[in-house]
């Protein structure tokens, strides 16, 4: 892969990932120059911007990848994440006048595989699932009454987690999951993705989505537009025989946003998640000023 060193310059780009329109995606925060920044620091920095994901692109450790992506939430580090995914690829390019059509990141899910669609979008290979098989009943039995839904309602449901533990449910219209109405908390975690289709025939769109899963407080939140339950919604959508082809999924909507995710599979079965990316925010960040940092 390219031998691309780093600034070591603090810099922080915001990113734009999966918009329909211009800031109507999934923002994400892209820092560089983060190579003397610590676990405790990145997480810090991601907290203090409280955006669902903040990633550290940094030089790959390994000559098969052409940079590393560290993804922090306000709580965690993720193996993999989608719009971070996106994001922190559409930084490198930029930065580094990649124009070239495949990159590969390195990442805790290991090597990630992005290529450029014939519209020129950044599009990225579902990772393989940690855990998938069919929800058992106490799960059901939990996810239904975090819904506020019956077990009546679900057409299906399984774990479809490719790192941010996503239990997949399946309902029978976009209709039905755009009226989900959640309790204000939850006192376990979890993370819950929400798929079901459009009318037949509506040209834009082919299924809804929403995400939904609970921060540390007990409160629950929605992700605008979440690339990786894209991703695993897809592989999902197509072992069960719901999909043969690609599709677009729309998310946010009831957020008021105007995500869509563009899926597509090759011919080995794999499905690629694609979306727009563009740089609203770029400057300096300054940690100067601020003791416990060492970049």
Not at 126 to 145: I, K, Q, T
Request: aromatic share 8%; net charge negative; charged share 20%.
């Amino acid at each position: 892969m390219t031998d691309v060193k780093l600034t070591p310059n603090l810099s922080l780009y915001m990113v734009d990932v999966f918009g329909g329109r211009a800031m109507d995606g999934n923002p994400v925060a892209v820092v560089t120059g983060g190579e003397g920044l610590g676990d405790d620091e990145m997480a810090r920095v991601t907290r203090w911007f409280d955006l669902s994901e903040t990633v550290f692109l940094l030089p790959a450790t390994t000559p098969d990848a052409d940079y590393q992506a560290r993804i922090f939430t306000p709580s965690r580090e993720l193996p993999f994440a989608g719009h971070p995914t996106l994001g922190v690829c559409h930084v490198f390019a930029e930065l580094f006048g990649r124009g070239g059509d495949a990159f590969v990141q390195e990442c805790g899910a290991g090597l990630v595989t992005i290529r450029r669609t014939s519209e020129g979008l950044l599009s990225f290979a579902a990772p393989p699932l940690f855990r998938s098989g069919p929800a058992s009943a106490a799960e059901l039995d939990e996810v239904v009454r975090f819904l506020g839904i019956t077990t009546d309602d679900v057409i299906d449901a399984a774990w479809i987690d490719n790192g941010p533990g996503w239990l997949g449910v399946r309902l029978a219209s976009s209709a039905e999951v755009l009226e989900l109405s959640l309790a204000g908390s939850w006192p376990s975690e979890i993370n819950v993705g929400v798929v079901g289709p459009h009318e037949t025939g509506d040209a834009e769109v082919d299924f809804e989505v929403r995400a939904f899963f609970s921060a540390p407080d007990g409160s629950i939140r929605e992700d605008p537009v979440t690339g990786s339950l894209g991703a695993s919604t897809a592989t999902w959508l197509r072992e069960s025989g719901v999909v043969d082809g690609g599709y677009v999924a729309a998310q946010g909507t009831a957020l008021g946003r105007n995500g869509r995710v563009r899926i597509s599979f090759d011919a080995e079965g794999c499905a690629w998640v694609a979306g727009e990316t563009f740089t609203h925010v770029a400057g300096s960040l300054d940690l100067g000023r601020l003791g416990g940092f060492s970049g």
